[in-house]
């Protein structure tokens, strides 16, 4: 059965300070996306950066960067110069292994940014 | 450019009362999801379409309906409210390749009491 694990219900770093936000993952498939959503406490939820599988390079998009292990199938997201405005709720994504062609979200990780 | 437009953002219903969440995108995309949010978890698939005249249950689809008759609308229906579908629920769509990202209404709360 296809599972997305967020093992820190909750995290906080100090404001410029790094966090690692951990997921790992498990699918049949070989190749596929995976991707970081971020949810402030406004609901919408934002898309933060996403990873393809058979890329060896890892994503990065600004301050956010990605640490893909696929054989461990895990999936970290790094948040660098930590902001005021980074304090939501992470979801780590990937498609399901069926042909709804949508997203199967983990629980989540909220972080708090301490100033 | 409104995107993808849910309404109501909050609403009360009485056990077994009926209500219609609407979902409406202006950006042509193919398929259109209704995901629910409980408290402190992750996003579930209650239905999805592939498109007009097209649509199929996801991970927890009892108690509701749904119907997908134009590119831009996908109403959800919850027939006879229970507390257990008190959540937030969450309209996104996208164009259909696996890569894209979901574009995501702004939720609506919805209380069942």
């Known amino acids: 059965a296809q599972t997305v694990t967020q093992s820190q219900p909750e995290m906080s770093v100090q404001e410029a300070e790094t966090v690692t936000l951990s997921c790992t993952y498990d699918?049949?498939?070989?190749?596929?996306?995976l991707f970081w959503y971020k949810q402030p406490p406004s609901r919408q939820m934002i898309l933060v950066i996403r990873q393809e599988a058979y890329k060896q390079q890892n994503a990065t998009e600004n301050r956010f960067s990605v640490n893909f292990q696929k054989a461990a199938k895990s999936f970290s997201l790094k948040i660098s110069d930590s902001q005021l405005g980074d304090a939501a709720m992470y979801f780590c994504a990937i498609p399901p292994e069926s042909g709804a062609n949508n997203l199967f979200f983990g629980t989540g990780t909220r972080l708090t940014v301490i100033p | 450019n409104a995107g993808v437009t849910q309404t109501p953002k909050f609403r009360i219903l009485k056990i077994g009362q009926s209500m219609t969440l609407q979902c409406a995108q202006d950006m042509n995309h193919n398929y259109m999801y209704w995901y629910r949010q409980d408290p402190g978890m992750g996003l579930k698939l209650i239905y999805y379409?592939?498109?007009?005249?097209?649509?199929d249950k996801g991970e927890v689809p009892n108690g509701y309906n749904v119907s997908r008759s134009t590119t831009e609308d996908f109403p959800l229906r919850l027939e006879l409210a229970a507390p257990s579908q008190t959540s937030v629920y969450f309209c996104a769509t996208k164009q259909g390749a696996t890569n894209e990202k979901l574009f995501f209404g702004s939720g609506t709360q919805l209380s069942v009491l």
């Open positions: 379409s592939v498109g007009a005249g097209i649509t």
């Open positions: 699918t049949s498939e070989s190749d596929y996306y």
